[in-house]
Nanobody, 118 residues
Framework: QVQLAESGGGLVQAGGSLRLSCAAS????????MGWFRQAPGKQREWVAS???????LYTNSVKGRFTISGDNTKNLVALQMNNLKPEDTAVYYC????????????WGQGTQVTVSS
C-alpha cells in the first residue's frame, strides 16, 4: 500500500525558509510523478509544484523563484525548499503521487502545517 508522509512544516517569519520532505513507501516511485499542494484556511487546495519521473519540473506562478522541488529516487524522497516565505504561503502542505505522467493524483499524504508570520 502506497503511503506518503510529510514533515518539515512549522512557524517562520516572513522572509524565512523551510524545507518540506515527503517520504514515500509501498511503490516504485521512480516511475511516479510527485507533487506538492497546499490549502489555506477557507480556500480550495491548490497545486504548488510537481516533478515527473522524467525530471520535468513545474511551479505555480506565485512560488516561482522562491520554491524548489527535488526528488531522490534512491531514497523515495521528495523535497520542497521554500525560501523568502510570505504570509500568503501559510497553508497545510500536502505531498501527492500519481502513476500516470498527467492527470489526477492517486495518493496523498496527511499534510504538514506551514505558518508564516508577518
Amino acid at each position: 500500500q502506497v503511503q506518503l508522509a510529510e514533515s518539515g512544516g512549522g512557524l517562520v517569519q516572513a522572509g524565512g525558509s523551510l524545507r518540506l520532505s515527503c517520504a514515500a513507501s509501498g511503490g516504485t516511485f521512480s516511475n511516479y510523478a510527485m507533487g506538492w499542494f497546499r490549502q489555506a484556511p477557507g480556500k480550495q487546495r491548490e497545486w504548488v509544484a510537481s516533478i515527473t519521473s522524467g525530471g520535468i519540473i513545474l511551479y505555480t506562478n506565485s512560488v516561482k523563484g522562491r520554491f524548489t522541488i527535488s526528488g531522490d529516487n534512491t531514497k523515495n524522497l521528495v523535497a520542497l525548499q521554500m525560501n523568502n516565505l510570505k504570509p500568503e504561503d501559510t497553508a497545510v502542505y500536502y505531498c501527492a503521487a500519481r502513476k500516470a505522467p498527467v492527470g489526477s493524483y492517486d495518493y496523498w499524504g496527511q499534510g504538514t502545517q506551514v505558518t508564516v508570520s508577518s
